[in-house]
């Protein structure tokens, strides 16, 4: 249970996080500009967050499953996934500590494909949606590839983590685009509110992140090498 809510929770870190918000919210706000109506501007930015959601859930999908069907690649994660988390961990957690600094940038949309898309209707918001999802960041980086998907691969609901974690993901998107369809005028106070909370959250998973992975090192790869000595 704590690791489907670790999946959950991971999704709307990256949410939160500071490329992944702004692009998130800079979206929205482009697309209610595109419509009158509050409904609209609600189904708009549901299609939106609906295509994020998707994304993240196939592209983990697929890495789990392709690696879990490979016989070879099984059989090497079933014997080294122990050993392989730790440090895994520990790197994601230096990355979401701002102790190491990656510098990721994924590919961008000129204003004009934006606004292409944009004036497609229901279709182009989830499309955009899609596009923008594939655009990572290094901390969305760190969380989806550094952590959703080696903590999938070592658990027996794997399969369920994406599709979780998508869900994470557009939890925070979705109050965003309820509060402009309902007229909110505090959303730039809202902002940086959420802003503020994720710098602490993201150092404290963080953290989290280099203990257990520090546990995992110490368990299933100093200890294990101290007792074959010993024999």
């Known amino acids: 249970m704590l690791a489907l809510l670790s999946a959950i929770w991971l999704g709307i870190l990256t949410s939160i996080s500071p490329c992944p918000l702004a692009t998130n919210i800079a979206a929205i706000t482009f697309l209610s500009k595109k419509i009158i109506h509050p409904r609209a501007v609600l189904l708009s930015g549901i299609a939106y967050t609906v295509g994020r959601m998707i994304t993240y859930a196939l592209i983990g ?3 789990v499953t392709s690696l879990i069907k490979i016989p070879v690649v099984a059989m ?15 790197i994601a957690g230096l990355v979401l500590s ?13 204003h004009h494909k934006q606004h292409s898309i944009a004036e497609s209707g229901l279709f182009g918001s989830g499309l955009l949606g899609i596009l923008f999802a594939l655009s990572f960041c290094p901390v969305s980086a760190a ?11 070592n658990n027996k609901f794997g399969m369920v983590f994406p599709f979780l974690y998508g869900i994470g993901t557009g939890l925070p ?8 369809a309902l007229g909110m005028t505090s959303i730039s106070h809202w902002f940086n509110k959420v802003r503020m909370v994720e710098a602490y959250t993201r150092k404290i ?27």
């Open 143 to 153: 969380l989806f590839f550094g952590s959703l998907i080696p903590l999938a691969l």
């Open 205 to 231: 998973t963080g953290i989290l992140f280099i203990v257990i992975g520090g546990y995992f090192i110490w368990t299933h790869i100093i200890l294990e090498w101290i007792i074959q000595q010993g024999q």
């Open 61 to 63: 999908t697929l890495i």
């Open 76 to 90: 090497f994660l079933q014997t080294y996934m122990n050993k392989l988390l730790g440090p895994v961990l520990v």
């Open 98 to 110: 701002n102790v190491i600094k990656i510098n990721l940038s994924g590919f961008t949309l000129s």
């Open 173 to 180: 998107v979705m109050l965003f685009a309820l509060g402009i």
